[in-house]
């Protein structure tokens, strides 16, 4: 039988979330951080018209959709590249630019995904220790080793929520060696663009990269779009180990009329937010604690793994998911997801039956 490389068969898959509901309970999903609404109305005709077409291969330059994204953010539209979705971008960087020679580095309670794609490129994956659940820049620049090769850093943060300001960033991208890339993944970067502080032009300080994705604030997770601003020489690399037909033709076109429809974008934004808001007061006034958020979603602290599995098993029996946060080191939290203001209530409701129930 053949037999895969020894760093490969030392993995274990990657954890998707657990949406088996009991039998006879309806399931409220809040554990994906998908959005509350469809895609913009422009974006789902662009990708049916564009299904007509479906016997052409895709635009291996994604030039539209470049394009779109050059206009609407002001950047130049060579140095974007698309994805199949952030996380076909992350596994692409992590597989050039380290190895067993080269050392990924993230916060401790950073994106689950980071350390697998260091695993799959054969690195070793480091932590540094955030403050309060957010990145500390001091503790990473503490934590770079002689062969660090990649940092990466999330934010705002996932599964924190929190976010860090973009000084910081500044200040860590001037304190690493300039042979170590730095990637800012900004998956939930839309839902903190109102505070003024996108990170495009670090791209200017060389070595860094920005990243983005469709699947958050333009919902559309199912076409799996994702994409970032690269320096010219780190996306020559990266070019080198993608798919060139990653992004189906349709996806494409949808995402290109997702971006010319910024103002729904921004609509569900503002709607996400203020659903956010009633969410993390429904759950302080039930006694809960949450951290702060920037994004989609809230994280609730339980005080303690077991409390935490107790509530999820609580909710799990009602047909209700959220996320456990044991895979980034966080045990004692449950992520919920921003929905519908009925789900959310309905969530609110079980935990604080599980609370006056004297569960641990």
Avoid at 22 to 43: C, D, F, H, V, Y
Wanted: hydrophobic share 40%; glycine share 8%; net charge negative.
């Amino acid at each position: 039988m053949t037999r895969p490389h020894p760093h490969i068969a030392r993995m274990s898959p990657y954890a998707l979330a657990d949406l088996s509901a009991p039998e006879g309970k309806t399931l409220i999903s809040l554990s994906q951080n998908e959005s509350l609404r469809p895609p913009s109305p422009k974006a789902i005709g662009a990708a049916a018209h564009a299904m007509g077409t479906s016997m052409l291969y895709p635009d291996p330059d994604w030039t539209d959709l470049r394009n779109a994204l050059s206009d609407l953010h002001g950047i130049d539209a060579d140095g974007i590249l698309c994805g199949n979705g952030s996380l076909d971008l992350i596994g692409c960087l992590a597989r050039v630019f380290s190895g067993p020679d080269r050392a990924v580095l993230a916060p401790v309670h950073a994106y689950p995904f980071f350390q697998t794609a260091a695993r799959m490129a054969d690195a070793r994956f480091d932590t540094a220790r955030e403050m309060d659940v957010t990145v500390s820049v001091d503790a990473l620049l503490a934590s770079v080793q002689p062969d660090t090769g990649i940092v990466f850093v999330a934010n705002p943060g996932n599964p924190t929520g929190t976010r860090i300001p973009k000084s910081d960033l500044i200040r860590l991208r001037q304190g690493l060696r300039p042979d170590i890339l730095l990637v800012v993944d900004e998956a939930y970067g839309e839902f903190s663009d109102h505070l003024g502080e996108m990170c495009f032009d670090m791209i200017a300080a060389g070595n860094t990269v920005v990243l983005r994705t469709f699947s958050k604030a333009y919902g559309m997770a199912g076409f799996r779009v994702g994409w970032g601003l690269f320096p010219p020489v780190i996306a020559e690399e990266v070019r080198k180990v993608m798919n060139p037909n990653n992004i189906p033709a349709s996806a494409q076109i949808a995402a290109a009329a997702a971006v010319r429809d910024d103002a729904y974008m921004r609509e569900t934004c503002e709607m996400t937010a203020a659903l956010h808001d009633q969410a993390a007061t429904g759950l302080r006034d039930a006694g809960f604690t949450t951290y702060p958020s920037f994004t989609n979603f809230l994280l609730l602290n339980l005080g303690s793994p077991e409390a935490a599995a107790s509530a999820d098993r609580k909710l799990r029996s009602e047909g209700v998911f959220l996320r456990p946060q044991g895979g980034a080191s966080l045990p004692h939290t449950l992520r919920m997801t921003v929905g519908s203001l009925d789900a959310m209530n309905t969530a609110i409701e079980i935990l604080t039956q599980w609370k006056q129930e004297g569960q641990p």
